[in-house]
């Protein structure tokens, strides 16, 4: 047993040399010799005597997996287009002359073939410790939107090379900044292929969402034993929770910056209790951090974000005086690279995805929350504001300030600049 540990420790060792000779090679295939053996000597550098000896040893037994077998041809190849790159002085024409046996090494094709490799690794690894291995790709909409789906095909392709369910790999994300399938095509579907687990609560189910975000953050420190109870006796009244939980969009982490600092801006106004005018005084630094983001996180022109941040402003909040809109569904489809940027920038929070109105019978709806940062100015509301408390249901359980908002959507001419 311990000479197999010994033998998968300097496998690892291998691949990461592999991986590493892999990032130093160019876009563009490369020609090399295949006689040439630069590699040996690099590999010896890196494992130690002792595992050199278990290698030997038990690569001639016959039970190692051939791709971790073959693992040194592939270092070696890769080595030596990785070296011959380097030789600044080498023609190309030289180099055509000079090689008898040519092989073409490609970036792309070595980095496929460690698929193969490191699903046997992994079964290796569950064979050996009985454990499996889980992947968890944090704040996976940082990556490019259009190298997404690469990214969870290769890591899937692992997944289903790999035995024994030895390895799985979970994509943690915002929904409306994650592309699982290139355009035109349909590898993956939520349904069949992912198991999606929500971590936030819609704002339609405003009340559980409440209750979501008190105990989120009751439970940041058990042992302050704050309870939820505790939370909601720090506001003056129900009121000014709810119109807390609206400025954040529920959005988790947005809660929990807003309520840091109306704790601060009423502790230092010697207030016991948050009211609204502390709520809108901490607005401002929701809105900087929302400007300051736009940039990072913009997945279209910036000026054309601006641009609809500027639309909404001038016809949503100050013509319409809302903070409510229906948005057509059919609409929304087609004008859905917009809005999914002003989402993501948290400048429109999704209430419902598909919301009747008073005012049509025959068309559905996409409501839409305002973000407070619009209309919150100093410590109060901008002046005549129609504030729709959405949340609130009539005796039949309808939502008739959801209901009763203004039907609204960026021009197509906007769209399509």
Same mark, same amino acid.
């Given at each position: 047993?311990?000479?197999?540990?010994?033998?998968?420790?300097?496998?690892?060792?291998?691949?990461?040399?592999?991986?590493?000779?892999?990032?130093?090679?160019?876009?563009?295939?490369?020609?090399?010799?295949?006689?040439?053996?630069?590699?040996?000597?690099?590999?010896?550098?890196?494992?130690?005597?002792?595992?050199?000896?278990?290698?030997?040893?038990?690569?001639?037994?016959?039970?190692?997996?051939?791709?971790?077998?073959?693992?040194?041809?592939?270092?070696?190849?890769?080595?030596?287009?990785?070296?011959?790159?380097?030789?600044?002085?080498?023609?190309?024409?030289?180099?055509?002359?000079?090689?008898?046996?040519?092989?073409?090494?490609?970036?792309?094709?070595?980095?496929?073939?460690?698929?193969? /490799?490191?699903?046997?690794?992994?079964?290796? =690894?569950?064979?050996?410790?009985?454990?499996?291995?889980?992947? =968890?790709?944090?704040?996976?909409?940082?990556?490019?939107?259009?190298?997404?789906?690469?990214?969870?095909?290769?890591?899937?392709?692992?997944?289903?090379?790999?035995?024994?369910?030895?390895?799985?790999?979970?994509?943690?994300?915002?929904?409306?900044?994650?592309?699982?399938?290139?355009?035109?095509?349909?590898?993956?579907?939520?349904?069949?292929?992912?198991?999606?687990?929500?971590?936030?609560?819609?704002?339609?189910?405003?009340?559980?969402?409440?209750?979501?975000?008190?105990?989120?953050?009751?439970?940041?420190?058990?042992?302050?034993?704050?309870?939820?109870?505790?939370?909601?006796?720090?506001?003056?009244?129900?009121?000014?929770?709810?119109?807390?939980?609206?400025?954040?969009?529920?959005?988790?982490?947005?809660?929990?910056? /807003?309520?840091?600092?109306?704790?601060?801006?009423?502790?230092?106004?010697?207030?016991?209790?948050?009211?609204?005018?502390?709520?809108?005084?901490?607005?401002?630094?929701?809105?900087?951090?929302?400007?300051?983001?736009?940039?990072?996180?913009?997945?279209?022109?910036?000026?054309?974000?601006?641009?609809?941040?500027?639309?909404?402003?001038?016809?949503?909040?100050?013509?319409?005086?809302?903070?409510? /809109?229906? =948005?057509?569904?059919?609409?929304?489809?087609?004008?859905?690279?917009?809005?999914?940027?002003?989402?993501?920038?948290?400048?429109?929070?999704?209430?419902?995805?598909?919301?009747?109105?008073?005012?049509?019978?025959?068309?559905?709806?996409?409501?839409?929350?305002?973000?407070?940062?619009?209309?919150?100015?100093?410590?109060?509301?901008?002046?005549?504001?129609?504030?729709?408390?959405?949340?609130?249901?009539?005796?039949?359980?309808?939502?008739?300030?959801?209901?009763?908002?203004?039907?609204?959507?960026?021009?197509?001419?906007?769209?399509?600049?």
């Amino acid at each position: 047993m311990l000479d197999e540990f010994n033998y998968f420790i300097a496998t690892i060792k291998k691949i990461q040399f592999l991986i590493n000779t892999i990032s130093e090679l160019p876009e563009e295939p490369i020609k090399i010799n295949i006689n040439q053996k630069s590699s040996i000597s690099e590999i010896k550098k890196v494992l130690t005597e002792n595992e050199i000896k278990t290698v030997n040893k038990l690569s001639a037994t016959g039970k190692v997996p051939t791709t971790i077998l073959n693992l040194d041809g592939s270092i070696e190849a890769t080595f030596t287009a990785s070296r011959n790159i380097k030789k600044d002085k080498t023609s190309e024409q030289h180099l055509e002359k000079k090689l008898e046996y040519e092989k073409i090494i490609s970036k792309q094709d070595e980095v496929s073939n460690l698929i193969l /490799i490191i699903s046997d690794l992994f079964s290796e =690894y569950n064979r050996l410790t009985n454990e499996k291995i889980v992947l =968890y790709l944090d704040d996976f909409y940082l990556i490019n939107l259009n190298s997404q789906p690469e990214v969870i095909q290769y890591f899937h392709d692992i997944y289903k090379n790999s035995r024994n369910d030895s390895f799985c790999s979970k994509i943690c994300s915002i929904p409306n900044r994650t592309k699982l399938n290139k355009d035109g095509k349909v590898d993956f579907s939520l349904k069949d292929d992912f198991s999606p687990i929500r971590l936030d609560k819609e704002l339609y189910d405003f009340d559980n969402l409440i209750d979501f975000l008190l105990k989120v953050t009751s439970n940041l420190n058990p042992n302050i034993e704050i309870s939820t109870t505790d939370l909601r006796s720090l506001f003056s009244n129900d009121e000014v929770l709810k119109f807390t939980v609206v400025a954040t969009g529920g959005v988790p982490r947005d809660f929990l910056v /807003i309520l840091s600092e109306v704790i601060k801006i009423a502790k230092s106004e010697n207030s016991n209790k948050i009211k609204k005018e502390h709520l809108y005084s901490a607005i401002s630094d929701l809105k900087q951090d929302k400007e300051s983001n736009i940039e990072i996180e913009c997945d279209i022109p910036v000026e054309k974000i601006r641009e609809a941040i500027e639309i909404i402003q001038r016809e949503i909040v100050d013509d319409l005086k809302t903070n409510v /809109i229906l =948005y057509p569904e059919n609409l929304s489809k087609s004008h859905e690279n917009v809005l999914k940027n002003l989402i993501n920038l948290r400048y429109l929070h999704v209430i419902n995805e598909t919301t009747s109105s008073e005012k049509t019978k025959k068309e559905n709806f996409v409501s839409y929350l305002i973000d407070m940062t619009f209309y919150a100015t100093g410590k109060r509301l901008k002046q005549n504001f129609d504030f729709r408390q959405f949340w609130v249901q009539d005796s039949g359980h309808r939502h008739k300030y959801l209901r009763s908002a203004p039907i609204w959507n960026f021009k197509d001419d906007f769209i399509s600049k």
